[in-house]
């Protein structure tokens, strides 16, 4: 590819313009009935998102309407920062506010196993379903986001998508063996799934727990997790943006996640 950079950057607005380039949100809506993770006690939970009117073109703001928000940094559609678990809190540039701007955005490989969950709730990726995919549609790049469509976020009110039973929740995520893979044998920037979080229901039972959490922050990379509309993206080709909240210090946050593809 010889265009050059400044006209790289036109054609990539032209076709957004143009409708050549569609514009995909991967991101649920935030508001209080938002589902959130809920872990056991004696274990600390997030607060869910809300809104608190400061005016609203009233007494308390004559020509202006804003509020207050409140949620977990882990709230909707949301970005896992390496900070977030133990093994990844050494990593220099681990918090929302200090990892390099250019690991936001990337080309995303999508992964379908809509078939498998349908079957089974409690579904894993492994390793030998990534080589297969990889088999097909090549080797998943350097700096990629790896997202992995299970239709999960098509599951209408808290309860059916957060799927708790008696023994915990059941939800699809990821085998530990093949996290270890992606992380350590992949040069991706991270994993993106449906779910509430980017590990299984079950994972808390798992060996390592939280496999996911485990390996991908131990390694310096991301998660993204609630993303939606991933029914939209094709394979391989399109590009997401993923850049959370600048907070300083902060473990994740709540984001717009957009991809390009192209038409
Ligand atoms: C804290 C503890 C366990 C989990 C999570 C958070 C998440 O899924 C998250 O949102 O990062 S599994
Ligand atoms: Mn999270």
Redesign the pocket.
């Known amino acids: 590819m010889d265009t050059a950079p400044a006209q790289l950057l036109t054609q990539l607005v032209a076709g957004i313009a143009a409708g050549s380039v569609r514009v995909v949100d991967l991101t649920v809506p935030l508001e209080p009935g938002t589902p959130i993770?809920n872990?056991p006690a004696p274990?600390a939970n997030s607060q869910p998102f809300a809104l608190e009117v400061i005016s609203r073109y009233d007494d308390q703001g004559p020509a202006w309407y804003w509020n207050n928000i409140t949620c977990g940094e882990?709230t909707g559609t949301?970005f896992?920062a390496p900070i977030?678990w133990l093994s990844g809190r050494d990593h220099p540039g681990n918090a929302t506010h200090d990892i390099p701007v250019q690991r936001f955005i990337g080309p995303a490989c999508v992964l379908d196993v809509t078939a498998a969950v349908q079957a089974n709730p409690d579904f894993l990726l492994t390793r030998a379903m990534v080589e297969e995919w990889e088999a097909h549609h090549g080797r998943i790049p350097a700096g990629a986001w790896v997202l992995v469509r299970t239709d999960w976020s098509k599951r209408q009110g808290a309860a059916d998508y957060l799927n708790v039973q008696a023994d915990g929740p059941h939800t699809p995520g990821f085998d530990p063996q093949c996290v270890r893979f992606l992380a350590h044998d992949r040069d991706i920037l991270g994993v993106g799934v449906e779910t509430?979080?980017?590990?299984a229901g079950q994972?808390?039972t798992f060996e390592p727990m939280?496999p996911c959490?485990t390996f991908m922050h131990g390694a310096n990379r991301f998660?993204l997790?609630q993303l939606t509309n991933l029914d939209r993206l094709p394979p391989t080709g399109a590009v997401v943006i993923a850049p959370p909240l600048k907070i300083v210090n902060g473990s994740?946050s709540p984001l717009r996640v957009l991809a390009l593809v192209p038409a």
């Open positions: 993770i872990l274990l882990h949301h896992d977030h509430v979080g980017t590990d994972a808390g939280f959490h998660g997790a994740g």
